[in-house]
């Protein structure tokens, strides 16, 4: 046997392996040895109040402080990656890394790379000690808080030298892990653009604008207007638009950065972080001049007795591997920890000449807080990533075969998370496929870039979506694809069920909508062996137009939506705007407020088939949209409560039916069990059953609660 030790770095043969084992694992760990093919196991700890010079293999530090848990969790992965190098592969063995509860503020992002990664037989596990919450935190805490002593709300303030000097600057803040709020105008509710001197009858929609007026009375030109921004909605994305100019009398705002898109008059925005509107309780206002952050506290805050906590980094973790050279992260397994405090913001225009204060959609260059590349056969299970800035999880290039299983994602800059990159690669081990997002529960996100979506899947194959519940945002829930027409796409087989997806557009606190064309699915490009199943779809709201349940946008094709229930939405519970040969079949739509069904552009092959489904809705437009025919319609049942006409388009029951249309299908009472109570049982009596209709249970919707993933 064999013990070096040097500067930290150590080595292990089998049989010291084993004696780790014996003294490393104390009763109450959580870790029991997982036999390799050889029987061992190598147990490390991370604790808060470890050291970086000790060994690693005690839970808790020896009496005399000699030994114990190393401080970080980059340190344990250094004593991994040197175990894996000078460990002959056949006498290597998994690595478990124990990580005791608290909070480790990182000062650079966690990185692993393939020199750390295991084998299925040997892998390497980051799991939390038993009963204990670890939190890998991007951010810092503020102390040494001043009160004003004012009525209530008390108004705090702490100054920052680092803030001052220009080294560091933030836009969140959370005060006992909540989110407090930039200061901002109005309070509730949303200011709308008057006029654009700068657009003309010609200016094209995509090209955006740099100033636009506001309203009598709306804003003034405050002092510390030029540290604001302005956050406008148009379309489906948001801007955010630092304030440089202020005229009073023209009522003229100029702006650092362009809007993404055309705005016109009517658009909502809002003010935000500008002292002089700091009037709300949990608002907050940063002084780049003084370093200066001030803060009006909630009922019952104590800043000396609050734990505040302000982003310094914009990722935490990186995997990375190299998959065009075949050098992988793989078997990495995350199990209990917690990912809090980042934040992302749009680089300065000097160091990357971007003038657009946006994105084209989806925010889609904001990056994940837990970045992933060249990554396999990895897992995150009953982790936590709240208090972000910016999209929590995100697969890139040559991510396959990884699992996010009963995770939950809350409190989101952005998005939950994102698979899949917006590029084609061409090269197979570049391509991100067949991952996995089951029993995950994604809420409340788009704080600070709306047009985020829950789990956004890009230019990537063959992913599953199962048993999530996804709620409270102001774009898009699920979306699929990045390929504009029917051109090139790997968007293809990837299988989205099981899931519960509502309160899209508007949250359920009320809030929005703030944006146009969205979809609780939204689809994009040619993907061929895509299915939606079985999913639970409801009270999606868009502001102007587009707020539908399933949304089958350009050149969506090959796309099978079946047995999903899809009620309260704005704007139809199915759209198809344009694409090809998708079936949509087996459905129930149900309570659209301005029409059940939409179809858009015309096009001279099959756009899509609609059978077997059952359509509810209380108004008089069934279908609207450009009716060319080239779709099939068959073997449905409409119902209008009060017994009144249908119209598809601008015909008639009977003339749609004349233009062979619905041949088999009728108009009758589907027998729901209590229709008015949103119970979609269907009577064994119903004139569906006759339709081919088939009976579908949603009653395992959403996350499950077997540990079984």
């Not at 914009?314 to 990912?339: C, N, Y």
């Not at 069990?673 to 006759?690: C, H, I, N, V």
């Amino acid at each position: 046997m064999r013990w070096q030790m040097s500067g930290g770095w150590w080595r292990l043969s089998a049989t010291l392996a084993i004696m780790i084992l014996i003294v490393g694992v104390g009763v109450g760990s959580g870790v029991s040895p997982v036999a390799a093919a050889d029987g061992e196991q190598i147990v490390l700890y991370v604790a808060p109040s470890g050291d970086d010079r000790w060994s690693g293999r005690r839970p808790e530090a020896e009496a005399g402080r000699t030994d114990g848990p190393v401080a970080s969790l980059q340190r344990a992965l250094e004593l991994v990656r040197q175990q894996r190098q000078q460990t002959p592969a056949r006498a290597q063995a998994p690595v478990t890394i124990v990580l005791r509860g608290g909070v480790y503020f990182l000062k650079e992002p966690i990185v692993l790379t393939p020199e750390h990664a295991g084998t299925s037989e040997t892998p390497l596990r980051i799991q939390a000690y038993q009963g204990e919450q670890p939190v890998l935190s991007g951010g810092r805490r503020l102390t040494g808080w001043t009160s004003s002593g004012a009525a209530p709300p008390s108004r705090w303030y702490v100054d920052i030298p680092e803030v001052k000097a220009g080294q560091w600057y933030f836009r969140h803040l959370w005060v006992n892990g909540r989110q407090a709020v930039r200061a901002r105008h109005p309070n509730q509710g949303l200011l709308t653009v008057a006029e654009l001197p700068d657009v003309k009858a010609d200016t094209p929609w995509n090209q955006g604008q740099k100033r636009f007026r506001f309203r009598d009375g709306d804003l003034k030109c405050w002092p510390t207007l030029a540290q604001a921004e302005i956050v406008v909605f148009n379309r489906w994305v948001e801007s955010r638009l630092p304030i440089v100019g202020c005229d009073d009398k023209e009522r003229l705002l100029e702006f650092g950065k362009r809007s993404v898109f055309r705005l016109e008059p009517g658009d909502p925005f809002y003010l935000e972080h500008c002292r002089e509107v700091m009037d709300a309780p949990g608002e907050w206002f940063l002084d780049r001049g003084t370093g200066r952050l001030e803060y009006l506290s909630r009922p019952g805050e104590t800043l000396g007795e609050c734990e505040i906590i302000a982003p310094v980094l914009s990722q935490l973790v990186r995997m990375v591997g190299d998959p065009a050279k075949g050098r992988w992260v793989e078997h990495v397994h995350w199990h209990g920890i917690t990912f809090a405090h980042n934040e992302w913001y749009f680089p300065e225009v000097s160091k990357r000449g971007r003038e657009v204060g946006g994105f084209a959609q989806a925010a889609i260059e904001v990056p994940g807080a837990v970045y992933a590349e060249g990554v396999r056969h990895c897992s995150f299970d009953q982790c936590t990533f709240k208090q972000l800035g910016t999209y929590a999880l995100e697969l890139s290039r040559g991510c396959s075969h990884n699992q996010i299983r009963r995770c939950n994602f809350t409190d989101l800059g952005a998005g939950g998370i994102k698979i899949g990159e917006t590029v084609i690669r061409n090269t197979p081990a570049e391509q991100t496929s067949h991952n996995s997002v089951t029993d995950c529960t994604v809420r409340n996100g788009g704080c600070f870039f709306p047009s985020a979506v829950a789990i956004w899947i890009g230019q990537s194959s063959n992913n599953r979506i199962a048993h999530c519940e996804i709620a409270d945002f102001y774009y898009t829930g699920i979306s699929i694809g990045w390929t504009w027409g029917y051109g090139q796409s790997l968007a293809g087989g990837n299988i989205v069920e099981h899931n519960h997806v509502h309160h899209i557009g508007r949250k359920s606190d009320g809030t929005g909508p703030l944006l146009s064309d969205m979809g609780g699915i939204y689809t994009l490009g040619r993907q061929e062996g895509t299915v939606i199943r079985n999913n639970l779809w409801h009270d999606i709201a868009a502001l102007r137009y587009g707020g539908w349940g399933i949304y089958f946008d350009e050149g969506s094709t090959g796309i099978v939506a079946e047995n999903n229930l899809v009620y309260n939405t704005t704007h139809g519970g199915f759209h198809q705007h344009y694409g090809r040969d998708n079936l949509v079949q087996n459905n129930i739509f149900a309570w659209a407020r301005d029409h059940a069904l939409q179809a858009s552009r015309p096009e001279n092959h099959t756009r899509f088939r609609f059978v077997r489904n059952i359509v509810v809705h209380r108004g008089e437009q069934f279908l609207a949209g450009n009716l060319d025919f080239h779709f099939v319609f068959d073997h449905n049942l409409y119902w209008r409560p009060d017994g009144d006409k249908l119209r598809f388009g601008n015909l008639t029951w009977q003339q749609w039916r004349d233009k062979g249309m619905d041949s088999h299908s009728r108009i009758a009472d589907p027998q729901f069990r209590q229709l008015d109570k949103l119970d979609f049982r269907l009577s064994e009596t119903s004139p569906a059953r006759e339709l081919g209709f088939r009976p579908f249970s949603l009653d395992h919707v959403g996350p499950r609660r077997s540990d079984k993933p």
